[in-house]
C-alpha cells in the first residue's frame, strides 16, 4: 500500500472525460512552448533537461539521423546548411514574396522555389517544405507532452503572429494536423497572451501586447469585454528582436578584439558565430546583475601562431546603450500602432510583455513610462502565450466544464482580400481590421461575351493594383452558360472563419446554378494544399 497515493496518474478524475488530450502550443521563431491544463492548473511540458523553451530548430545529421529542439540548436555553428531554423519566417508564403525574400537575405541554409511558388529548403536529406520542418517541430512537442501528461495527446491550440495571412494559418493548420493533431483552434499570439491574464476580470479593459522576442516584434491592442475579445490593431517589425542585440554586443566585442590585436573577427565566420553565442549568454546575465566579466579563448592566432584571447567585462550602462536603437524602434512602431487605434498610450488600461527579450530591465523600464503604468509580467512573458493556448484547448476540448469557459474571441483581418479585375485592378471584398468571423458578397460580370469559363484571382494586401499585392490563390468557374456579358452575373463571396481562414465561393445567379469551388492557395505545394 505503500506509495500507493504519491502516485498523481492514480488519481481519477470524475465525469464524462473525452479521451485523449489537449494542449496550447506557441509555435515561434525561435523558440516553441507547450502547455495544457491538467488537474485545472496551466502545466508547461518540459524536455529531459527540463528546459521549457524548445529551439524551433530542426538538423539532418551526416548519418541520416535528425535532432529536433536544443540537440539541433547544438549544430548551428557546426553545420549551418543543414540545421533549420526561423522556417515560421517562410512557411505558408509564396517564394517570390517580398516577406520570403527578406527572410532569406537572413538565413544562411539554402531554399529553392517548388511546385506552386513553394519555399523549399534544401538540406542534405533533400529538399523540405516549410511545412515538413514544422511538422516535425511539432511532433517533437507532442512527444514531450504525452511523455509528461501520461497520454495520447490528440488535439490542439496552435498560436501565430496576429498578421499571418490566409495561407499561413492554412500551413500551420496543416503541420499540426500531420504532428498527428486536430487543431481545435488557430489563435493569434496577443489574444492568447491576453488570455492568460484574462479571466475573471473587470468588463471594459484596453490590453497592449508587446511582443519583443528572438528576431520579431509585434504589438497588439485589444479590448476586452466581459469575455469578449477583440484585436483592434496589430503591427510591428518582422526583423526586430533579442538577436538584434546579440549583434550589437557581437559588434562591440568584435571592435574591442580589432583595436586590441588588430585582427577583425567579423570576416572569420567561425568566429562571429562563437561572438554571438557568447554575446546571448551575456545579454542574458545582464537582465539579472549588474555586469559581467569573463574571457574567450583562442578567438584568433597571433605573430608566431600564438592564441588570442578576447577578455571582456560589460556592465549594465554599457548594455543599455547598445539596446536603446532596438528599444526605441519598438516604441516608434508601438507609437504607430497605437495612432491607428485612436488610443493614448495613458489609456490602455494594461500591458502584457511577451517574449524573452522583454527580461531585460531597460525594456521593461522604457515601456513603463510610455504607457504610464508598470507592464505586466507576472506570467513569465515565454510562456504566456502557450499558457493562453493551453486554457482555449482546454476550454474547447472540455465544453462541459464551466470552469474551463474562456469566452468567445474575437479577432479582426490585418490584411485587405481582394479579387482581380479587369486591368489589373483590385477590388476589395474584405477590408483591412474587419472583425471576423466575416462573411462578404459582391456581384460581377465576366470581362467578355460567351466566355465558358471565369478565373478568379485572390489578393491580400492594400494597394490598387493587383500585381502589387500578394497572391492568395486562383479559383476557377468553368461551365458557364454561353450568354452575353450582361446577361451574366457571377456572385463571389469571402468568408473568413473564426481561424481567419479564408473560404471563396461563387455562383452564377442568372442561371440560378450555384457552382462552388475550392480555393488553391500558393505557397504550398499541392500535396499540402489539397483540402
Ligand atoms: N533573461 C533574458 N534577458 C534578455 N533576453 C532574453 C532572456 N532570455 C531570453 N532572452 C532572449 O529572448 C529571445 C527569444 O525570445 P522568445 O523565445 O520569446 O522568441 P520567439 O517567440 O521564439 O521568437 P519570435 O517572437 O521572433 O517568434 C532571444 O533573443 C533570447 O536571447
Ligand atoms: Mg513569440
Known amino acids: 500500500m505503500d506509495g500507493l497515493f504519491d502516485d498523481a496518474s492514480a488519481i481519477e478524475l470524475e465525469g464524462d472525460e473525452p479521451d485523449g488530450i489537449a494542449v ?37 545529421l551526416p548519418n541520416g539521423q535528425r535532432l529536433v529542439g536544443a540537440a539541433a540548436r547544438a549544430r548551428r555553428v557546426i553545420d549551418p546548411n543543414n540545421t533549420i531554423f526561423s522556417a515560421k519566417r517562410i512557411i505558408g508564403q509564396p517564394f517570390r514574396t517580398d516577406e520570403v525574400q527578406a ?12 511546385a506552386n511558388q513553394e ?42 503572429p496576429a498578421n499571418f495571412s490566409e495561407g499561413q494559418r492554412e500551413a500551420t493548420r496543416r503541420a499540426a494536423e500531420a504532428a498527428g493533431m486536430q487543431v ?37 491592442v485589444l479590448a476586452v469585454r466581459e469575455d469578449l475579445y477583440e484585436v483592434i490593431a496589430t503591427g510591428g517589425d518582422p526583423f526586430l528582436g533579442g538577436d538584434d542585440i546579440d549583434q550589437a554586443i557581437a559588434s562591440h566585442l568584435a571592435q574591442q578584439f580589432l583595436q586590441e590585436h588588430r585582427v577583425d573577427l567579423n570576416t572569420n565566420p567561425q568566429a562571429r558565430a562563437r561572438l554571438l553565442m557568447a554575446a546571448e549568454q551575456i545579454k542574458m546575465k545582464l537582465s539579472k546583475q549588474e555586469s559581467v566579466r569573463g ?11 600564438v592564441a588570442l584571447g578576447l577578455k571582456f567585462e560589460i556592465d549594465r550602462s554599457l548594455i543599455n546603450t547598445l539596446m536603446t536603437p532596438i528599444v526605441e524602434n519598438a516604441l516608434d512602431m508601438t507609437g504607430t500602432v497605437l495612432e491607428f487605434a485612436d488610443i493614448q498610450p495613458q489609456h490602455i488600461d494594461e500591458v502584457i ?39 482555449q484547448a482546454h476550454a474547447l476540448f472540455s465544453p462541459g466544464d464551466a470552469a474551463a469557459s474562456v469566452g468567445l474571441l474575437m479577432d479582426m483581418t490585418s490584411h485587405s482580400l481582394g479579387i482581380a479585375t479587369a486591368g489589373g485592378y483590385v477590388e476589395k471584398l474584405i ?25 478568379l484571382r485572390v489578393c491580400q494586401g492594400e494597394d490598387r493594383q493587383f500585381d502589387k499585392n500578394t497572391l492568395v490563390g486562383e479559383l476557377i468557374l468553368d461551365n458557364l452558360p454561353r450568354v452575353r456579358r450582361g446577361d451574366m452575373k457571377l456572385e463571389v463571396s469571402f468568408l473568413i472563419d473564426a481561424d481567419g481562414q479564408l473560404q471563396v465561393s ?7 446554378k450555384e457552382t462552388r469551388a475550392t480555393l488553391r492557395v500558393v505557397g504550398m505545394s499541392a500535396a499540402a494544399s489539397a483540402a
Open 24 to 60: 496550447g502550443i506557441d509555435l515561434g521563431t525561435t523558440n516553441s512552448v507547450v502547455a495544457a491544463v491538467a488537474n485545472g492548473k496551466v502545466t508547461v511540458i518540459t524536455d529531459a533537461s527540463g528546459r521549457s523553451l524548445h529551439p524551433s530548430v530542426v538538423a539532418f
Open 103 to 114: 527572410a532569406l537575405r537572413h538565413l544562411p541554409y539554402q531554399v529553392v522555389e517548388g
Open 119 to 160: 519555399p523549399l529548403i534544401k538540406t542534405r536529406a533533400g529538399e523540405m517544405s516549410p511545412i515538413h520542418v514544422a511538422t516535425t517541430v511539432l511532433s517533437y512537442l507532442r512527444q514531450l507532452a504525452a511523455a509528461q501528461l501520461g497520454g495520447e495527446i490528440t488535439h490542439c491550440v496552435v498560436t501565430v
Open 184 to 220: 481545435l483552434r488557430i489563435l493569434n499570439e496577443p489574444t492568447a497572451a491576453a488570455l492568460a491574464y484574462g479571466q475573471k476580470r473587470q468588463m471594459h479593459q484596453r490590453i497592449a501586447v508587446f511582443d519583443l522576442g528572438g528576431g520579431t516584434f509585434d504589438v497588439t
Open 295 to 305: 574571457t574567450l579563448n583562442e578567438m584568433a592566432h597571433g605573430p608566431g601562431g
Open 353 to 391: 510583455l511577451v517574449g524573452g527579450a522583454t527580461r531585460a530591465p531597460l525594456i521593461r523600464e522604457r515601456v513603463g513610462q510610455y504607457f504610464g503604468s508598470k507592464p505586466r509580467a507576472d506570467i513569465s512573458p515565454m510562456q504566456v502565450v502557450a499558457a493562453g493556448a493551453a486554457l
Open 431 to 455: 477590408t483591412k481590421n474587419t472583425t471576423i468571423p466575416a462573411e462578404k458578397t459582391r456581384t460581377f460580370t465576366p470581362a467578355k461575351d460567351f466566355q465558358e469559363a471565369v478565373k
Open 506 to 512: 461563387a455562383k452564377d445567379t442568372a442561371s440560378g
